[in-house]
């Protein structure tokens, strides 16, 4: 994460020094680099692959210029089974790390996103300077942290106020067994997490209405790199047919809900 009181000169010190390909980058975009005033950086990324024994992580990190003009570089930290510390590489563009991802990983080079970006972050400037925060850049890192087992979910986790939505869902549940108080101290640490739809569509119930059912799971990444689901139900499968929410700890116990609930008249 960023100190607030390091001074820009010694961040770009540090991000330089820990990057093993530095000597990559162009050496007029490192001279201009040494004029910056400024800087801002943010976490956009995070893939956690427990099974495989994978993390990892893009940081963009953007400089105000003693010209005006700003300039970003985007590090990729990474650690796989066999490490025991991260490690770290820095690129000039978007571009460049999406063929990292290929090289590192075995994953596909990403094209750039062709159609025009819609409304909202496209137009936003973030946090610091510049307002080329696409949905290019989203396309592109989607692709460089893709799961690297076809099998296993997909994770791509946002990075916002994750506890407060784990709080938010388990509130909503209105099911006794939903997970109980030691879940939600764990959640309290949540920083990053990804909502997936399992499943959606009708069923027919015992007593020969239709219900509309959705199952939806909520993956948290804590603190300390762990990962953790709720699975959260959504349902009209009532006496008066009104709009109900399930919470569970896990897809059984969830889809188990659901076939009961098909069943009860």
């Not at 210029?65 to 990474?78: P, R």
């Not at 739809?197 to 804590?222: C, I, K, M």
């Amino acid at each position: 994460m960023s100190d607030p009181y390091e001074t820009t000169e010694a961040h770009l010190e540090r991000l330089l020094g820990r990057a093993l390909n530095s000597f990559d980058l162009p050496d007029a975009l490192v001279e201009r680099l040494g004029s910056a005033l400024a800087h801002s950086s943010s976490l956009y990324t995070t893939h956690h692959s427990p099974s495989a024994g994978l993390w990892r992580e893009t940081h963009r990190h953007t400089y105000l210029l003693s010209d005006g003009e700003t300039a970003s570089l985007w590090e990729l930290a990474y650690r796989t089974k066999s490490d025991r510390h991260s490690r770290h590489e820095v690129f000039a563009s978007r571009e460049e790390l999406s063929l990292a991802g290929a090289r590192l990983f075995g994953e596909a080079a990403a094209e750039p996103a062709l159609s025009p970006p819609g409304p909202g972050a496209a137009g936003e400037e973030e946090p610091g300077w510049g307002a080329d925060g696409t949905e290019e850049d989203l396309a592109l890192l989607s692709a460089l942290f893709a799961a690297p087992d076809p099998r296993e979910r997909h994770r791509e986790y946002t990075v916002e106020d994750s506890a407060d939505h784990a709080r938010r869902v388990l509130r909503r549940a209105e099911n006794a067994d939903r997970p109980g108080q030691e879940v939600a101290a764990l959640l309290r640490s949540a920083y990053a997490h990804q909502i997936t739809q399992a499943f959606g569509g009708r069923q027919s119930l015992a007593d020969g209405r239709d219900a509309g059912f959705s199952l939806y799971e909520h993956a948290f990444v804590l603190l300390d790199g762990t990962e953790l689901s709720l699975w959260e139900v959504e349902h009209t499968a009532t006496p008066d047919g009104r709009h109900m929410c399930e919470v569970y700890a896990s897809e059984p116990a969830a889809r188990g809900a659901m076939e009961l609930r098909t069943r009860v008249r």
